[in-house]
């Protein structure tokens, strides 16, 4: 099968990308990408807000014709230690239109400064806001790509022990589920975006003094019951596809009603390439799941 030319464009960028993560400085990473949000252009029809949720910074993204009632809280990605950037701006504008409902994308704080579970504090404060300003549990869904979506995860799994209302769904995009570095990673296999010593330091700046196994770090050490319906994307060429089959197995043990993708030759969370054929059929995927879940007209 030839491989299009938009995909092997994109694919050829990708060691470049691996590469920065291992040379650039995290404190230089994240001012470009808090300069590159300031300059973020979005479609007429979509507005982006800055909001204060009880002290946690969000992003609403606000399509024109929405359905008011409605919200996804979105969790971005990025190792736990880089911040909300453009391409998921982006990302979020083109889900918001799609599923026609108002976007809130948290912009959590990051390790090494604030390792577990300040990242987790503040997406559950984020959610609880959402809730206070009106909206009920039914009317939100959550999703997360990376480190998002292990957040996506620990949010419903701690919000259901503290007995607070779940969303109606839930969606995850090459969700890292454990954070135990292997100690022999292996060599017949090359992730072609995330190196296994920048993973280490990812998961090691987020777990600080915890216990890597502990089931809010690492959920696929938790209990899923009682979630509500989860939808997993992931990428067959990454080495964090194991870790969305791996929770799709507890989650399907625990009676969830869940359901997993596994994208032919797609790296890890590609649906930020939206020029990328399969990054659109991801995201309709998703839209669609939510739309059913927040009983939003498909039509």
């Given at each position: 099968?030839?491989?299009?030319?938009?995909e092997r464009r994109i694919r050829a960028c990708l060691p470049i990308i691996r590469l920065m993560q291992r040379c650039i400085p995290l404190s230089i990473a994240n001012w470009f990408i808090k300069q590159g949000l300031a300059h973020v252009k979005l479609d007429a029809e979509t507005i982006c807000e800055p909001v204060n949720a009880d002290g946690v910074p969000c992003e609403w993204i606000i399509p024109r014709n929405?359905?008011?009632?409605?919200?996804?809280?979105?969790?971005?990605?990025?190792?736990?230690?880089?911040?909300?950037t453009p391409l998921h701006i982006k990302m979020g504008e083109y889900l918001a239109q799609k599923?026609?409902?108002?976007?809130?994308?948290?912009?959590?704080?990051?390790?090494?400064?604030y390792p577990f579970p300040a990242a987790l504090d503040d997406c559950v404060t984020t959610y609880l806001w959402l809730m206070k300003q009106g909206t009920s549990a039914q009317n939100i869904v959550i999703a997360g790509d990376s480190a998002g979506g292990n957040l996506t995860i620990t949010l419903l799994m701690k919000l259901r022990d503290k007995g607070i209302a779940l969303p109606a769904a839930a969606a995850c995009l090459s969700p890292v589920t454990s954070l135990v570095v292997k100690d022999n990673p292996s060599?017949?296999?090359?992730?072609?975006?995330?190196?296994?010593?920048?993973?280490?330091?990812y998961f090691q700046s987020y777990v600080g003094k915890n216990d890597n196994h502990h089931p809010l770090i690492s959920p696929v050490f938790g209990n899923m019951h009682c979630l509500p319906p989860l939808l997993v994307h992931a990428g067959e060429n990454e080495t964090l596809r194991e870790d969305a089959i791996n929770i799709t197995e507890l989650a399907k043990a625990a009676g969830v009603d869940v359901r997993l993708e596994i994208y032919p030759r797609m790296w890890h969370v590609w649906q930020l390439y939206l020029s990328l054929p399969q990054a659109i059929h991801s995201l309709d995927d998703i839209a669609n799941f939510f739309k059913e879940h927040l009983t939003i007209d498909t039509k």
């Amino acid at each position: 099968m030839k491989i299009p030319l938009i995909e092997r464009r994109i694919r050829a960028c990708l060691p470049i990308i691996r590469l920065m993560q291992r040379c650039i400085p995290l404190s230089i990473a994240n001012w470009f990408i808090k300069q590159g949000l300031a300059h973020v252009k979005l479609d007429a029809e979509t507005i982006c807000e800055p909001v204060n949720a009880d002290g946690v910074p969000c992003e609403w993204i606000i399509p024109r014709n929405n359905s008011v009632n409605h919200v996804l809280l979105y969790l971005h990605g990025g190792g736990f230690v880089f911040r909300l950037t453009p391409l998921h701006i982006k990302m979020g504008e083109y889900l918001a239109q799609k599923i026609g409902a108002r976007i809130l994308m948290v912009d959590y704080r990051t390790s090494p400064e604030y390792p577990f579970p300040a990242a987790l504090d503040d997406c559950v404060t984020t959610y609880l806001w959402l809730m206070k300003q009106g909206t009920s549990a039914q009317n939100i869904v959550i999703a997360g790509d990376s480190a998002g979506g292990n957040l996506t995860i620990t949010l419903l799994m701690k919000l259901r022990d503290k007995g607070i209302a779940l969303p109606a769904a839930a969606a995850c995009l090459s969700p890292v589920t454990s954070l135990v570095v292997k100690d022999n990673p292996s060599e017949d296999f090359k992730d072609p975006l995330i190196s296994s010593k920048s993973a280490k330091f990812y998961f090691q700046s987020y777990v600080g003094k915890n216990d890597n196994h502990h089931p809010l770090i690492s959920p696929v050490f938790g209990n899923m019951h009682c979630l509500p319906p989860l939808l997993v994307h992931a990428g067959e060429n990454e080495t964090l596809r194991e870790d969305a089959i791996n929770i799709t197995e507890l989650a399907k043990a625990a009676g969830v009603d869940v359901r997993l993708e596994i994208y032919p030759r797609m790296w890890h969370v590609w649906q930020l390439y939206l020029s990328l054929p399969q990054a659109i059929h991801s995201l309709d995927d998703i839209a669609n799941f939510f739309k059913e879940h927040l009983t939003i007209d498909t039509k």
